[in-house]
């Protein structure tokens, strides 16, 4: 009789052993074709190997209580990409699109925080930066557990999503994305959120440079930055690293499944 098998890993990355074999074949996941338009051509893309990275929808760059609001920065633009997201992230759960939420989540003793990056988020050293408390609320700026670096209320986030901590612009810089994209069999990556031309372009950048294919939610994604970086992030996403789409093209690509 035919020993039973058990699964180890995760599908489509997984084995089936017992004591007497390893079938290492991995079976595919069954392919959800569809033609999504973009603002340069029309993609035949298989929603089974695609994701979604929402990136940095956290109250210090979206709220008004935040640590961008805090330092002077008018955080409406940033808040742009809630209500689209609220209606798209539903329909790409029920189509077994991976949510994947990349936060700024820094570690409580900044021992992978590097002066550079200290400076960005306070230029004199007399201000609040990195794990110091909001003024306002008492909040940790970026620390991992802490309001301030929490997703905005707005947006649900369900415990079937995927959660990566990240410590620079971007979110394949010492953190486990890759493996986990790679371990899901995930090679196409919609990208949303904020800043569009600083941590959603920066991991959008090594995505591309690691193979990924990538294209950009335009309304889904935004930035705090003056108008001719937005412009530039387009151009160059669409020039050199990927597509650029909507959240209403999506709609019309899963209705056609």
Known sequence: ?????????????????????????????????????????????????????????????????????????????????????????????????????????????????????????????????LGDPLPNNGAKVLMKGSWAAAVVDELEQLPGDIFIDKYRMSAFWDTPLDTILRNLGRTTLFFAGVNADQCVMATLQDANFLGYDCILVKDCTATTSPEYCWLATLYNVKQCFGFVTDSEAIFKAINSL
């Open 1 to 129: 009789m035919d020993l039973p098998l058990r699964i180890l890993g995760i599908a489509p990355n997984a084995w089936a052993v017992n004591q007497a074999i390893a079938d290492i074949t991995r079976p595919p996941l069954d392919p959800q074709p569809v033609i999504l338009a973009t603002e340069t051509k029309n993609l035949r893309l298989d929603l089974a190997k695609a994701a979604i990275l929402v990136i940095d929808m956290q109250n210090d760059f979206c709220h008004p209580d935040g640590w961008l609001s805090h330092i002077g920065v008018d955080v409406n633009p940033a808040r742009q990409p809630i209500k689209p997201l609220q209606n798209l992230l539903p329909t790409l759960r029920a189509t077994g699109v991976p949510i994947i939420w990349v936060n700024w989540g820094n570690r409580p003793d900044l021992l992978n925080i590097s002066a550079g990056i200290h400076h960005v988020y306070n230029s004199t050293g007399e201000g609040v930066g």
